[in-house]
């Protein structure tokens, strides 16, 4: 009988049930009808539920997003009560109970999954990936952990038994696969109960509970028939792990027992960081208490600081025993970014092991999975001690294909430089920064870019007529995506800069026009302002779209501040005739010489820019910044796409006209700015791997120039 049964996985589950099912449909619009009867019910249990996920959603906690959320509830629940027991309840459904769902929808449900059984996996996967996908997962941060590498996390660390928690347990991907490896061994039923109810998952988000709940009854119905499934409500919580004091659903998880209790603490915590937060209260707790777990970074470093961090810190502190393990799939950046500099001391840890996955794409953001052993703050270990550490490497097929050490240098109370492969850092450590580090500048912030970014539908005298910028439109986030056609205003506040985009290697494809509403020497003066009508109609406009639109956390209180942000616009304005550009982020270098004789040029902070009276340094810079060799060598350095001042990590020497070398460079950058402009004249979509394939063979010559006078 069995064997005729169609065995249906996550994937399936999201075909018949997802959001591009004719059964979701049916049940949106049946949701959507009862909804605009406006009943009392609905009204308080959308304003309860708008009062804990705006902190994470910020304004994204509309109506559809919640009646989104309630189809989810209402398809675990189906899930529940057809697949598991009648009665089957948990108090997170309570959150969503504001409809009755009509029998025919039940009926067609047991019709889709009738004769059928459920793979042995966390079959919520990817359905809440796609519920909770695009600009709602990205403010919670959850990363959805692929099963394979989840189970060789849970296989090489779990032992049976052990108290386990997964701090932000999402649809429970680390639990369900500690529960197969429980429910696959030999021992009794009694005993497997007793070592299933040591594990623990929290998380803040009450689908995410229930989809782990649901996705563990289901797991452990068909095993053992003596599990009672009231039981998982005093196993996952609805929490904030990072603050249970302040977030506790019903108070329902008693703190003083489970402190200092758990032997291993695996998961994968929200890859945000602090800007990504949505309230300030929030943004200041967190700050506070990377403060008392000594992790907080500069000040300049604030902004970047990671959740994931964070967590790897502050979970065991509260709930590890001394002696247990944490593992986390974290992102590769607490290795190499200056904002993880105190991260990387590991005061309260030993032991630590690194997985890496450097030819993996198994997240779009790069990721290892870190170990460590929790010893507390009072055992105290010189961190030059916690160094090599052991990582395995592997492919991307998660087979482990050689085992190195990674180390690091510069080790002070103020953190570890930078942690690297040892044959990496020897190279690196052999380097040093180059005087240009502190001679490039990130452009102006010019967001929204919305607002500022125009096309010309035609000039008249003094005036333009204008419309938004159809590409930058486009690109732009939902709540920002401001459309103006046919607005007025003096041609005196058109400024040029432009987009990453627009910049391939030695070229720049495009100028943009962009609204500033700011004199010639770059400042802004109201006064001024007033004498041109039709800017100061537009700005104004503009501007009352810009407060209200902003994020409530935001002290930035208007379009010029946030424009100008750190006088990023009006520093600009000491630029020289000629400006070197290149990328903020990227998978490799793109550098350019740009004419500023106009000076009404604003670069923005896609880019980095330097700018020199001397033509013979600016192309000389843009044939080095656009050597492969350096592209190569801040791969090593760089964890994600972000570039920033890391090529001057490198001895890039000053420019020195009697120096051959340089001289060299400087008529290579040159020439190949004219090569590459001719380029674009045949073909103005010219991508920049494009570019670097018709002109390998002169980036090669570069390359070798390069390595000359950086060895001298």
Not at 487 to 513: A, M, V
Not at 634 to 644: A, D, F, P, T, V
Request: aromatic share 14%; hydrophobic share 40%.
């Amino acid at each position: 009988m069995v064997a005729n049964k169609k065995i249906i996985t996550s994937k399936e589950i999201q075909e018949f049930f997802g959001l591009n099912s004719p059964f979701y449909q049916k049940v949106l619009s049946f949701l959507k009808g009862k909804a605009s009867t406006q009943n009392k019910k609905y009204q308080q249990k959308f304003l309860n539920w708008k009062q804990l996920f705006h902190k994470f959603y910020g304004e994204d906690t509309t109506e559809n997003l919640f009646i989104k959320h309630t189809y989810f509830s209402i398809l675990l629940k189906l899930f529940a009560i057809n697949k598991i027991s009648d009665d089957f309840q948990f108090q997170e459904f309570e959150m969503y109970d504001w409809v009755n769902l009509s029998a025919s929808f039940s009926e067609e449900f047991n019709k889709i999954t009738l004769n059928k059984l459920f793979s042995k996996e966390d079959l919520f996967q990817e359905i809440y990936q796609q519920i909770f996908i695009m600009i709602t997962r990205h403010k919670i941060g959850e990363f959805y952990t692929f099963p394979n590498l989840a189970e060789k996390m849970v296989n090489y660390l779990y032992k049976y038994s052990s108290k386990v928690l997964d701090p932000t347990c999402g649809s429970g991907t680390f639990l369900v696969e500690v529960t197969k490896v429980i429910l696959n061994s030999e021992h009794s039923s009694a005993l497997k109960i007793n070592a299933i109810k040591n594990l623990y998952g929290f998380d803040v988000n009450p689908l995410a509970v229930l989809s782990t709940k649901v996705n563990l009854a289901l797991l452990i119905k068909d095993e053992i028939d003596s599990f009672s499934f009231q039981n998982l409500d005093s196993m996952i919580f609805l929490v904030d792990s990072l603050f249970p004091e302040d977030f506790n659903y019903q108070n329902s998880l008693d703190l003083k027992i489970h402190a200092h209790s758990f032997d291993l603490v695996i998961g994968n915590p929200p890859w945000l960081t602090y800007k990504d937060i949505q309230g300030k209260k929030y943004q200041n707790k967190i700050r506070s208490i990377s403060e008392e777990l000594e992790i907080k970074p500069a000040s300049q470093y604030i902004t970047h600081i990671e959740l994931a961090s964070i967590f790897f810190y502050a979970i065991p502190n509260r709930f590890s025993k001394i002696g247990s393990i944490i593992f986390f799939v974290i992102t590769k950046s607490v290795l190499t970014g200056d904002h993880c500099a105190k991260f990387r001391l590991f005061p309260i840890f030993t032991d630590l092991e690194i997985w890496d996955f450097p030819k993996s794409y198994t997240f779009n953001v790069q990721n290892i999975c870190l170990k460590a052993k929790f010893i507390g703050s009072h055992k105290k270990i010189d961190v030059h001690k916690k160094y090599p550490i052991k990582t395995k490497i592997f492919n991307q097929n998660l087979q482990n294909v050689d085992e190195v050490y990674y180390d690091s240098f510069n080790i002070d109370e103020n953190g570890a430089k930078i942690i690297l492969p040892e044959t990496k850092l020897k190279f690196l450590n052999e380097m040093k920064e180059s005087k240009y580090k502190k001679k490039f500048f990130q452009g102006a912030t010019l967001v929204p870019r919305t607002l500022t970014f125009f096309e010309i539908i035609r000039k008249q005298d003094n005036s333009l007529i204008i419309s938004s910028d159809p590409d930058v439109l486009t690109r732009s986030k939902k709540n920002w995506k401001y459309e103006f056609t046919n607005r007025e205003i003096e041609s005196n506040f058109r400024f040029k800069t432009f987009l990453n985009i627009d910049l391939i290697p030695f070229y720049l494809k495009k100028k943009r026009n962009v609204f500033l509403p700011i004199k010639k020497n770059f400042e802004f003066d109201e006064d001024y302002l007033k004498s041109f009508p039709k800017a100061l109609r537009f700005y104004t406009e503009l501007n009352q779209y810009y407060k209200k639109n902003k994020k409530k956390s935001s002290k930035i209180d208007s379009l010029i501040l946030n424009l100008n942000y750190w006088n990023k616009i009006s520093k600009q304005i000491d630029n020289g005739k000629f400006i070197v550009v290149y990328n903020a982020s990227g998978s490799k270098l793109k550098a350019t010489v740009l004419m500023n004789d106009k000076k009404n040029l604003i670069i923005g902070s896609d880019n980095y820019y330097y700018s020199t009276n001397s033509q013979e340094e600016a192309y000389y810079l843009s044939a080095v910044l656009n050597s492969p060799e350096l592209s190569r060598n801040i791969e090593i350095i760089k964890s994600s796409r972000h570039i920033h001042k890391r090529p001057f990590s490198f001895p890039i020497p000053i420019f020195d006209e009697k120096k051959k070398e340089h001289q060299i460079l400087a008529k290579k950058g040159k020439k190949y700015h004219f090569i590459v402009q001719d380029l674009v004249m045949n073909n103005p979509k010219i991508t920049s791997e494009k570019v670097r394939t018709i002109i390998n063979t002169k980036l090669a010559k570069l390359d070798n120039l390069f390595k000359t006078i950086l060895e001298s």
